[in-house]
């Protein structure tokens, strides 16, 4: 297949270095064009233009820094003109807003587009677990699956609703940086016990599937709306933040992550649900 890539940052580059390996007819462009030079020698095409880049394949998947300069390469007269029958994969990172916008500026100039979220380093591109969330219309996906999928296995298609991949994208960030922020707390206190903090990372290494699974069971209880017990009883989780918090106090630590859990818990003891499943904190953040 043939398959244009703009943005050759960390990335770009990456992208067009597997596609190129995996057989495909790759032609790039970037901003800077001396960061093709090691591509070209292994065979890619340096288009002189970004339009030209898009006229040279019936793929162009771009991936630069932000949107605005996404939206500055792409929207011009000659690229908006060049667009037209093709399709436009987005992994350039955005949000949601971001995603409506991209859509519909591309639909106004008879392009087709996806949108993508890539969940992984450069390092860690092209291999059979690399996840990338992707969404946009259905064909548009099955046409292109087979060559994203060279750049990373692990495809997780969302849907036709344009901003799922960059909202899943958010919540799952929002996920992993509350739970570092976690563990950067959890760091402290061992550190402030004299309790070996490489130790603390192994464990947590060990048990975060487990923890994943009762989060997916959580994640379940919510969709349902059936909060009760099914697992784990909120005031549990009351009194083990409360816990973290007067520890962390006793100790000197900064009490700001284990106050804003021991705050949230406690609203919603204030407001009933303790003897709710824990998944009924959600309650909270709705009101
Ligand atoms: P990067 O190494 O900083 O490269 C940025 C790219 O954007 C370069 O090609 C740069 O061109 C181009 N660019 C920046 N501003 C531009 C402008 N105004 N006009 C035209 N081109 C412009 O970034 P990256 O790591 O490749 O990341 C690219 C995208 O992938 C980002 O949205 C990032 O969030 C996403 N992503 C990255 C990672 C990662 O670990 N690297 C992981 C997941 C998602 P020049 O070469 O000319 O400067």
Redesign the pocket.
Known sequence: MRVSVI???????TLARIFQQRGHAVTVW???PE?AEPLVRAGVMLAASAAEAVAASPVTVV????R??SD??LHPAPVAAAVRGKVVVQ???GGPKEAQAASLWAQSQGARYLEG??????SQMGQADTPLLLSGESATYRDVQDLLRCAAGHLVYLGEQIEAAATMDLATLSYVYGAYLGFMHGARLAEVHGVDVVRYGEIVRSVAPSFGAFFEHQAGVIKSGDFRISESPLRISVEATARILQASAEAGVDTRVPKLSADLLRQADVAGYAGEELAALIKVFRS
């Open positions: 943005g050759l940052g960390a990335m770009g580059a970037n901003r800077s960061k991936c630069v820094y932000d605005a300069a500055a390469i992994l350039t990172t979220a890539i969940q992984a380093a450069p």
